[in-house]
């Protein structure tokens, strides 16, 4: 079965009993009463899973991998399509199936929601390259957006704002593009948005006769639509060793939270508010800021080798080989995003699949690039005089 949290296992059980038994999605059944599901996380997954499982007829384990592995593999093949399109010569498309191939055993392994950051972005900027480079019809460009509305408003319903990295990358693109009449740049925005806030109201209705359904049963209400962030921002002040008690706990976190506001319970929208004012409180002071402050730089570290390990040598490629400075810039901003959430909380595997997702692809085009712009012979050329001039420098150093 597709990786996955226990945690979320039980409560997609707990959501495919409910829809068996009431009809309606995100409520949960637990075998003697209702009860919302997910609180505190984003609702898709507990929405589309049930559903396929029940229109198929198979079992919850199987619904999971027909989830995760299709919309892996339906991403990965639009990008692939994309980057084909933007790739000319053979050893750059090799390069590129060798590393996207890469990628995707590696964003697979991490499992769970948490891939959607990978693939908002690898199915999406290939393609805002394609249309950056050279003129296309409209009709090509008004679908692209639409498209790229669609499956963001998709993927923010199974993991909040997934999709923004890839949004950035693409309509940075799309300002600076030439090809692109100003005029269609405001039609591809609306378009984008209509078709981006429209599939919401959808996920609004099927979250408000959840709890609609659930208040009918005096049950609990979930008023909170997705994870709770500034939660997550509470468990990060505890990702270094330190004598304010914090840990990288979520009992430690909802425990330090609750020892401040009485009355608050984890899952509702009173404490989202509860634990940002805790955070804050704590960060503002002058012995927190510069608790968090060096707390902050680790984390930046951390990401850093992430970065250098994931982009590798598409860094020296991007060195030596120059490609146009917009692409640099929106690979730069992708990357900056997908760190702050690793900043705000902790860089663990999960959380920093963004950042590795983003730049492996900017060292995945920056080998294509170069390949693509100078002859074979040429690119191994230069690569080798400057690895022998670096080390000469080395050895003079030492």
Not at 127 to 136: E, H, M, Q, S, V
Not at 191 to 214: Q, R
Request: proline letters at 2%; hydrophobic letters at 50%.
């Amino acid at each position: 079965m597709f990786a996955l949290q226990g945690s979320r296992f039980a409560c997609l059980t707990y959501a495919l009993d409910g829809l068996k038994k009431t009809g309606v999605s995100l409520v949960g059944f637990n075998g003697e009463a209702f009860l919302p599901v997910a609180l505190a996380d984003d609702k898709g997954l507990f929405y589309f899973v049930p559903k396929i499982a029940l229109f198929l007829n198979i079992s919850l384990e199987h619904a999971i991998d027909v989830f995760f592995y299709g919309v892996s593999a339906l991403s990965i093949l639009i990008g692939l399509v994309g980057f084909f399109l933007i790739t000319k010569s053979t050893v750059s498309r090799v390069v590129l199936v060798v590393g996207l191939s890469f990628l995707a055993e590696t964003v697979i392994g991490i499992g769970d929601v948490y891939v959607f950051h990978a693939f908002s972005m690898v199915a999406t900027a290939p393609w805002a390259i394609y249309f950056f480079n050279a003129k296309k019809s409209d009709l090509k460009i008004l679908s692209f957006y639409s498209f790229c509305g669609l499956f963001w408003s998709f993927c923010h319903f199974i993991r909040a704002f997934s999709w923004v990295s890839g949004f950035i990358f693409v309509f940075v693109l799309l300002f600076k593009s030439g090809y692109i009449k100003h005029n269609k740049k405001f039609v591809a925005m609306l378009l984008f948005a209509v078709c981006f806030f429209v599939p919401k109201l959808f996920y609004k209705s099927v979250f408000d006769k959840s709890n609609e359904f659930l208040s009918q049963q005096d049950c609990r209400v979930d008023d909170v639509e997705g994870h709770c962030l500034w939660h997550m921002a509470c468990c990060g002040l505890g990702y270094l060793d330190n004598d304010y008690g914090y840990r990288y706990d979520d009992r430690i976190a909802k425990n330090n939270v609750y020892s401040k506001y009485q009355g608050v319970r984890y899952g509702d929208a009173s404490y989202d508010q509860a634990a940002r004012k805790y955070f804050f409180d704590f960060v503002l002071t002058k012995e927190g800021f510069f608790f968090y402050l060096r707390t902050t730089f680790a984390k930046i570290g951390v990401l850093l080798l992430y970065l250098i390990a994931c982009a590798n040598l598409g860094l020296l490629f991007a060195l030596l080989f120059r490609k146009p400075f917009i692409f640099d810039w929106a690979f730069l901003a992708m990357i900056i995003f997908n760190s702050l959430f690793s900043i705000l909380t902790v860089p663990i595997m999960p959380n920093v699949v963004g950042v590795i997702s983003s730049s492996a692809l900017f060292g995945i085009y920056s080998i294509c690039f170069a390949f693509d712009g100078e002859k074979k012979y040429k690119v191994f050329k230069r690569v080798r005089d400057f690895l022998i001039y670096a080390l000469k420098c080395i050895f003079l150093l030492n």
